[in-house]
């Protein structure tokens, strides 16, 4: 059973910078289809970042380009998210999953198409 967990989240000031990360235990997630995911209070679960297994390729939600970045860590074996010059909005728990880039496109289709889902980590951006 694949479990998938994110770390790295925390309570920054707008500006700040944080850098999430994904793990998990019986799963090489360098070699997975990997995605971000958040959630807002009160509001729908999001697509943030995804990045393809084959070609390495990466995708934004437009409102994150330019100052998010997702990437592999090899030596960790996590699918890392470095967020900066964090803004209020992007405050939620963030979430990482694997899905199958050869049908599903997660800025496009959404949470529910998504495969293993892990425990989430809390981002806040306050003043």
């Keep these: 059973e694949v479990q998938l967990q994110a770390s790295g989240g925390g309570s920054v000031k707008p500006g700040g910078s944080l850098r999430l990360s994904c793990a998990a235990s019986g799963l090489s997630v360098v070699e997975e289809d990997i995605a971000w995911f958040r959630q807002a209070p009160g509001k ?14 990466t995708f934004y939600l ?49 949470p529910g198409a998504m495969d293993s889902w892990g425990k989430g980590t809390l981002v806040t951006v306050s003043s």
Excluded: H
């Design 62 to 110: 437009e409102s994150v380009k330019g100052r998010f970045t997702i990437s592999r860590n090899r030596a960790e074996n996590t699918v890392d998210l470095q967020m900066r010059d964090l803004k209020p909005e992007d405050t939620g728990i963030y979430y990482c999953a694997t899905y199958y880039s050869d049908w599903v496109f997660p800025l496009e289709d959404g």
């Design 44 to 57: 729908e679960r999001e697509a943030v970042s995804c990045i393809q297994k084959s070609d390495g390729r």
